[in-house]
C-alpha cells in the first residue's frame, strides 16, 4: 500500500528521470519503493517501456532483473517493450528483453507482433534476434 502511495507522490518525477536516462536517479526511486511495473503516464507506459524506447541498457537490465513485466501492454497501441524495441531498433534491449519471460506471439491494436513490427519499421537486426529466440521456444 506504501508503495502505491509513493508511486502516486513520484510517478511524474520517476517518468522523467527514466525519460533523460537517468538510470541511478530511477533506481533510488525503486528502493524507496517505487513499483517496477506502475504506470507512468496516461499511455500506460512502465519503467520498461521507457528503457525501450530511449534505448537505456542499464535501466533496461535493472528492470527485467527486478521482474518487470515485458508482456505489459501500454494502453494506446498495446505496445508491449519488445514492441517499442522492434520499432526503435534496438538490438541490445531486444535481447535483454527477450531474457524476461516474454511472450513472442503478442499482438498490437494492428494485430502485429514484435517480429512483424521489426519488418515493417525496418529492424531487421531486431528482427533476427526475434527469428531466432521463437525457433528456440
Known amino acids: 500500500f506504501n508503495d502505491m502511495i509513493y508511486a502516486k507522490n513520484h510517478f511524474e518525477l520517476v517518468l522523467t528521470l527514466a525519460n533523460a536516462r537517468m538510470t541511478n536517479e530511477v533506481k533510488e526511486h525503486v528502493e524507496r519503493g517505487f513499483p517496477i511495473n506502475y504506470e507512468l503516464n496516461g499511455k500506460g507506459w512502465t519503467l520498461m517501456h521507457s528503457a525501450a524506447y530511449t534505448g537505456d541498457i542499464a535501466l533496461l537490465e535493472y528492470v527485467v ?9 501500454e494502453g494506446g497501441e498495446l505496445w508491449t517493450p519488445l514492441m517499442i524495441v522492434a520499432i526503435c531498433g534496438n538490438p541490445e534491449c531486444a535481447r535483454i528483453i527477450i531474457t524476461g519471460n516474454v511472450d513472442l506471439q503478442l499482438k498490437d491494436r494492428e494485430s502485429l507482433t514484435a517480429k512483424d513490427l521489426a519488418l515493417k519499421y525496418k529492424n531487421y537486426d531486431v528482427y533476427e534476434i526475434l527469428e531466432k529466440c521463437g525457433q528456440i521456444y
Do not use: I, V
Not at 527486478?66 to 508482456?71: I, Q, R, V
Open 65 to 73: 532483473e527486478l521482474g518487470g513485466d515485458p508482456n505489459f501492454a
